[in-house]
């Protein structure tokens, strides 16, 4: 069916013979859609009261258009007419359908909104035609329109609302499907009483409805019922559904010698069509010999020969199935000579079933009594459990805090060794602190002396010699006074490595007149001694001041330090 129109066929003018119609003629209001590619669209001149429409050149490819957008109800229109009003548009317009709003531009162009989907079809006719206002020839009366489809946000919105709302009457729809097709509930168990017992006791012998009575009665069995006040009645209850055992054995056997008659009406059925067959096999193989073969056709030999392979086919798997059918039987006539019959089995003594009902309830007891003595072992094993969980979570908890007492003392004794060293430092420093004031007083001392020294030479004009016997004293006092501050400060070798290690140095800066830099020295030491460090190095020579000195060379980044060997500088020659 068209999008436009429901029910238009658009091949009937083909079909039929008859010409073309105007869409858009006054009054008609109807266009079709859009015949076949292989059918070459016919457009006429369209009148209006105030403009005609012109088509465009047949010859011409047909306006392009955008994709349509879901729910589309607005359409646009450009190439209007300068002189083209709103109420133009509207009475050229209108012939597609009802229009709900027209927005019209400035410029050439305008959107049209329709109140259905299938009258943008039939604007998007008018798209190609050439619109002219009047008679005029005037180029602002004319314009040839183009018409596309426009994306609106209200159409959108109501295409999504129609989308919902069918989604929601397919939801409803597939709903009542699936609860008419459901299974139906079963029905609902009554609680137990005595009256509720006695009418299903009464029930329970009732073969037509046994089955209802017996899911009830195993039910109430389940959901603990049973007491010591209800076993009888109970008892009585599970008696009558015993009751039926024999009706249900007698059904079987029934059903049983029905399907054996039908199986034997079925054997004698079977083997009547193979005989059947078998005849129908013969007469091809009878049409298949000389005397009859000779006198048909090439065709006809053709379609017999099917024929018979086809029946042959047929006949083979029948007596196959026949066959299989009677080695059936014989496997069952076996199995009946070495068990018992059914029938045989129903025979069996009251007395006995008696007496194994007598057991079955006996054994029943014994299971209960252990199933209690299960249960307390079990309550018994849980408190246990329990008991010694507590236990090994006391035990953890007693090495946990032991593991933090040992810490804690730990840390204590390292925070006690740490003061230790502390007030020993600081012992040092304030030793370190007298021995510079005593050094400055001592400095201040001998300036004054120099002073006097200096004065009375002025005076009295003592000779130079003096003052410099003078200047001797004070330069070896604070000489002596530097280098017993360097022995304090200094200490001795620890170890014989280090004796051994001052001795390799030594020998090697020696060698070296000008000096070596500390990764040069460890680089060689390195050789000798792989875990050595250079930073080792650097403390050992900083401890021994008068052997080693350390002297800077370079300027700016040309910097470098470097370890001298200054051991022989303090001998002095007489």
């Known amino acids: 069916?068209?999008?436009?129109?429901?029910?238009?066929?658009p091949s009937l003018n083909v079909m039929t013979g008859i010409t073309p119609i105007n869409p858009m003629i006054p009054g008609l209001g109807l266009v079709p859609p859009p015949p076949p590619a292989e059918v070459a669209v016919v457009k006429e001149i369209i009148h209006c009261k105030?403009?005609?429409?012109?088509?465009?050149?047949?010859?011409?490819?047909?306006?392009?258009?955008?994709?349509?957008?879901?729910?589309?109800?607005?359409?646009?229109?450009?190439?209007?007419?300068?002189?083209?009003?709103?109420?133009?548009?509207?009475?050229?317009?209108?012939?597609?359908?009802?229009?709900?709003?027209?927005r019209k531009s400035k410029k050439n162009f305008c959107h049209i909104r329709f109140a259905e989907e299938f009258?943008?079809?039939?604007?998007?006719?008018?798209?190609?035609?050439?619109m002219r206002l009047g008679s005029s020839t005037d180029k602002k009366d004319s314009g040839r329109?183009?018409?596309?489809?426009?994306?609106?946000?209200?159409?959108?919105?109501?295409w999504e609302c129609k989308q919902r709302m069918r989604a929601r009457e397919e939801r409803h729809r597939r709903k009542l499907e699936e609860d008419r097709l459901r299974p139906p509930s079963p029905p609902a168990i009554m609680h137990y009483s005595e009256h509720e017992a006695a009418l299903l006791a009464e029930k329970l012998k009732d073969d037509s409805k046994f089955s209802e009575a017996i899911t009830v009665l195993l039910s109430w069995i389940e959901r603990g019922e049973v007491n010591r006040r209800s076993a009888n009645q109970f008892y009585s209850m599970v008696?009558?559904?015993?009751?039926?055992?024999?009706?249900?054995?007698?059904?079987?056997?029934?059903h049983e010698q029905e399907m054996e008659e039908a199986k034997e009406t079925f054997k004698n059925a079977l083997t009547g069509i193979l005989t059947q067959f078998e005849q129908i096999v013969a007469?091809?193989?009878a049409s298949t010999r000389q005397k009859a073969w000779d006198h048909f056709s090439k065709a006809q030999r053709k379609n017999i020969d099917i024929w018979r392979k086809h029946s042959e086919e047929l006949r083979n798997a029948q007596s196959e199935q026949l066959m299989g059918i009677r080695r059936e039987e014989e496997m069952e006539m076996s199995d009946d000579e070495n068990c018992d019959s059914p029938t045989k089995k129903m025979r069996v003594d009251e007395s006995a079933l008696a007496a194994q009902a007598y057991a079955l309830k006996e054994e029943n007891d014994s299971l209960r009594w252990q199933l209690d003595a299960y249960r307390n072992e079990v309550e018994l094993l849980k408190q246990e459990k329990e008991q010694l969980f507590r236990t090994e979570e006391n035990v953890t908890k007693d090495q946990q805090l032991q593991f933090l007492q040992q810490t804690m003392q730990g840390m204590q004794q390292q925070l006690l060794t740490i003061q230790e060293e502390l007030n020993n430092k600081k012992s040092e420093l304030e030793q370190a602190k007298e021995e510079q004031s005593h050094t400055q007083a001592l400095l201040k001392v001998l300036q004054e002396q120099l002073k006097g020294t200096k004065e009375s030479v002025e005076t009295n004009g003592h000779s130079h010699e003096d003052t410099n016997e003078i200047n001797v004293l004070t330069v070896a006092l604070v000489n002596q006074d530097r280098e017993s501050n360097i022995e304090k400060r200094s200490q001795g070798l620890k170890s014989e490595k280090e004796a051994l290690l001052i001795g390799i140095i030594s020998t090697f800066l020696h060698v070296h007149p000008f000096g070596a830099n500390i990764e040069y020295l460890w680089s060689y030491m390195q050789q000798l001694d792989s875990k050595i460090s250079a930073?080792?190095?650097?403390?050992?020579?900083?401890?021994?001041?008068?052997?080693f000195k350390q002297e800077f060379t370079?300027?700016?980044?040309?910097?470098?330090?470097?370890?001298?060997?200054?051991?022989?500088?303090?001998i002095k020659t007489p």
């Open 1 to 9: 069916d068209s999008i436009c129109v429901p029910g238009f066929d």
């Open 50 to 102: 105030s403009c005609t429409l012109f088509p465009q050149n047949p010859n011409l490819p047909p306006p392009s258009t955008r994709e349509r957008p879901p729910g589309c109800k607005t359409v646009f229109v450009g190439g209007l007419p300068e002189n083209a009003t709103e109420e133009i548009i509207q009475e050229v317009f209108e012939q597609c359908g009802d229009i709900t709003a027209i």
């Open 119 to 130: 009258m943008v079809d039939k604007a998007i006719y008018l798209s190609g035609y050439r």
């Open 145 to 158: 329109l183009h018409v596309d489809f426009a994306q609106a946000r209200d159409d959108f919105y109501e």
């Open 239 to 254: 008696q009558s559904a015993n009751s039926h055992v024999r009706r249900l054995m007698n059904e079987k056997a029934t």
């Open 283 to 285: 007469v091809f193989n």
């Open 535 to 547: 930073n080792e190095i650097e403390m050992l020579l900083m401890r021994l001041p008068r052997m």
């Open 554 to 570: 370079g300027v700016g980044a040309t910097l470098e330090k470097r370890w001298k060997l200054c051991a022989f500088e303090g």
